[in-house]
């Protein structure tokens, strides 16, 4: 599984550059209930400029991040009273899509916390114990997009914008084909019921709820090798953001073509990697 959200979106969609060099100085949240494992990542961040504070628990997290502005959040899954799923899923809430805080899941068990991590709202993971190297990585791209006030996951593709990247939605996977297409199998069968909430957001001109979900969508998509659908979601994103409706509603037409040819195009393919 993807661990790097410096090469989540290896294909020309990542607008994180861990080479550039980094002026800006981050306010860092730790969700972290050990407290060996919260030393432990102190002493990884010791030597770097960045706030760095931590949280034991979900509840905690929420307080400290409604009451203050963070830049980044690492988000333990497996903590007591509220887990790092339900307390990703309750800060989104929060958000009302009026701003999207890069929430970074740590979890020992990749393959399967993967897919439920996205669905609650997080932008990647990262594998425990840390890498510190990777874990240093991604604090880097994440100052480099503060400095360039660059929109994560779809803002930087490239003009070209593969309708299907199977390669590099499994590389995004860590090669893990396998659970790729079962994640992919799960998404896709969402395909009818994420568009009825765009549709529905739209209709009910709850402008704040369609934005979220477009920001949702966006990174599932670019995630699984959807890089046009990704790409027209961000389009939406930010037409509905600007107040630019008529462009936003000609924007859900032609997401509403490239949802059933994807579903098609999907089908194809899981049939034929079957058969073979």
Same mark, same amino acid.
Request: aromatic share 8%; with cysteine.
């Given at each position: ?11 020309g969609s990542d607008p994180f550059n861990p ?161 790729? &297409? ?6 896709? =069968? !969402?395909?009818?019921? #994420?568009? @009825?909430? $765009?549709?529905?957001?739209? &209709? ?6 369609? =934005? !979220?979900?477009?920001? #949702?969508? @966006?990174? $599932? ?28 509603s000609q924007k859900l037409d032609e997401m ?21």
């Amino acid at each position: 599984m993807p661990s790097d959200l410096l090469r989540i979106q290896n294909q020309g969609s990542d607008p994180f550059n861990p080479e550039r060099s980094v002026a800006a100085r981050l306010n860092i949240l730790i969700v972290e209930d050990d407290d060996l494992n919260q030393r432990m990542i102190n002493i990884m961040l010791r030597n770097t400029n960045h706030i760095i504070k931590f949280a034991s628990n979900g509840i905690d997290a929420i307080q400290s991040i409604t009451s203050e502005d963070f830049d980044l959040v690492f988000m333990d899954i497996q903590m007591p009273q509220m887990d790092g799923l339900e307390t990703t899923r309750r800060i989104r809430e929060w958000e009302k899509g009026e701003k999207h805080l890069l929430i970074i899941g740590m979890t020992a068990i990749i393959d399967s916390a993967y897919g439920r991590c996205l669905q609650a709202g997080m932008d990647d993971i990262i594998p425990k114990p840390i890498d510190i190297k990777k874990f240093q990585g991604m604090i880097t791209a994440c100052a480099n997009r503060k400095m360039n006030k660059t929109d994560t996951h779809a803002g930087d593709q490239p003009e070209d914008f593969p309708v299907f990247d199977v390669a590099g939605g499994i590389k995004r996977f860590g090669g893990d084909r396998e659970n790729y &297409e079962i994640l992919l199998k799960e998404f896709v =069968s !969402s395909f009818s019921e #994420r568009f @009825k909430e $765009l549709l529905t957001a739209w &209709e009910s001109n709850n402008w704040q709820r369609l =934005s !979220s979900h477009a920001h #949702r969508l @966006k990174g $599932l998509s670019s995630n699984f090798g959807f890089m046009e659908l990704s790409r027209k979601t961000f389009e939406l994103e930010q037409y509905v953001n600007e107040g630019q409706f008529d462009r936003a509603s000609q924007k859900l037409d032609e997401m509403d073509i490239s949802l059933n040819n994807l579903r098609s195009e999907v089908q194809a393919y899981l049939e034929k990697t079957t058969n073979d």
